[in-house]
């Protein structure tokens, strides 16, 4: 028997995972690059690119686990946290574009990563308003009765 709360990912869910996992993977891969080559330059820029990094890990584990109430919760803070970082980044790029003479991940609302990051998170949260965890197991119950 499987658990009510948890409803199976298919299609757009399935594929919002793959590109969260993917951006995990870019964005850990970049800031590690980063940080180990050339922090010294820019450390405000690759930190920002391993928090990057780590919000889209978590962001990714979350929604894998959506089902349960505390992942549930837990994506949307990563994936609003995400969407205010790549918006305070991206400005900042603009108005001050002093502060980062080095990419990070959410520069420019994440030019470097065809804008991926600018439109994930509007994708993201779509997402999780429109499958919140029990629902389906509430409509399931009100057609049997």
Do not use: N
């Not at 991206?90 to 080095?102: A, I, K, M």
């Not at 470097?112 to 994708?123: D, K, N, R, S």
């Not at 308003?129 to 399931?140: D, E, F, L, Y």
Request: no cysteine; aromatic share 14%; hydrophobic share 60%.
């Amino acid at each position: 028997m499987s658990s009510p709360a948890r409803p199976r990912m298919t299609g757009i869910g399935r594929v919002l995972v793959i590109v969260y996992a993917i951006m995990a993977l870019a964005a850990t891969g970049r800031s590690f690059v980063q940080i180990v080559r050339d922090f010294d330059e820019a450390p405000l820029a690759y930190s920002l690119s391993a928090l990057a990094a780590v919000v889209y890990i978590l962001a990714t584990l979350a929604l894998v686990f959506a089902g349960s109430r505390g992942w549930y919760r837990a994506a949307w803070i990563a994936i609003v946290f995400e969407l205010v970082g790549v918006l305070v980044v991206g400005t900042l790029t603009f108005v001050l574009p002093e502060l980062f003479d080095h990419q990070t991940v959410w520069s420019w609302f994440g030019r470097g990563y065809l804008f991926i990051p600018l439109v994930l998170p509007f994708f993201g949260l779509w997402w999780l308003a429109t499958h919140r965890p029990g629902v389906r197991v509430a409509q399931s119950a009100s057609v049997l009765s």
